[in-house]
């Protein structure tokens, strides 16, 4: 099976501009979880998505957003980019149905934000 | 927030040798997982255990987990350059169901010299 797909794969924004990241998990996982990589605050978990549905959220403000589609595919957005958003942010999916079981991560999207 | 946190932070062996790094968290934990993160890429899935269970085993791994002391630690022995990464580990916490997504530590760097 392919793994998991994340595009693109570098970004370059500026402040106050939106970004959209998209994510394809592996064929038959309906969990897909998306998380932020940085160097001072390490990976933090942003959401996840089930059937089309947010299942848990972690402590983001709004502008962090994110969606899931009938082929499980899902995208995450940013609104309103501020300098501290660069980060590393990585896709995970999953074929678990409940919990945090074994996670198969994308090799990420590298976010800079100018 | 961390919930888990490694020790040490980075650890630099000669290839042969075993690496042993450690793992505390806080809260009670549905299962622990470790993972492996090379140069900044994704990160690779490499053992589960969960909160009845002591001890796993997978190929040169070696995982603990003592629930009373809320820490667990991953020995990886015969070491070889290709181990060299960074390795996190990571809880679903019991009382999130997944709320919390997978909450990972700081990780260690690993270093093998040849």
């Known amino acids: 099976k392919a793994g998991v797909t994340q595009t693109p794969r570098y970004l370059i924004k500026t402040r106050g501009q939106q970004v959209t990241l998209s994510c394809s998990p592996i064929s038959g996982h309906r969990s897909v979880s998306w998380y932020q990589q940085t160097p001072g605050q390490g990976l933090q978990f942003l959401f996840e998505?089930?059937?089309?549905?947010?299942?848990n959220k972690g402590n983001f403000p709004g502008r962090f957003s994110g969606r899931q589609f009938s082929n499980s595919r899902s995208e995450m957005n940013v609104s309103t980019l501020e300098l501290g958003d660069s980060a590393l942010y990585l896709c995970?999916?999953?074929?678990?149905?409940?919990?945090?079981?074994?996670?198969?991560f994308g090799p990420g999207t590298r976010l800079l934000v100018l | 927030s961390q919930q888990g946190e490694e020790d040490p932070q980075a650890l630099s062996i000669q290839e042969g040798e075993n690496a042993t790094m450690n793992c505390s968290y806080k809260t009670s934990i549905n299962n622990l997982q470790w993972y492996r993160q090379n140069s900044g890429r994704g990160l690779v899935h490499l053992i589960l255990?969960?909160?009845?269970?002591r001890e796993k085993h997978s190929g040169r791994l070696r995982v603990t987990l003592d629930t009373s002391k809320k820490s667990s630690s991953l020995l990886i022995t015969a070491s070889r350059a290709a181990d060299t990464a960074s390795y996190f580990c990571?809880?679903?916490?019991?009382?999130?169901?997944?709320?919390?997504?997978?909450?990972f530590g700081k990780g260690t760097h690993l270093i093998i010299q040849p």
């Open positions: 995970a999916s999953s074929p678990a149905q409940g919990g945090m079981e074994t996670q198969y």
């Open positions: 255990i969960r909160s009845n269970e």
């Open positions: 990571a809880t679903d916490a019991r009382t999130g169901g997944g709320a919390d997504g997978l909450t």
């Open positions: 998505y089930f059937s089309e549905t947010q299942r």
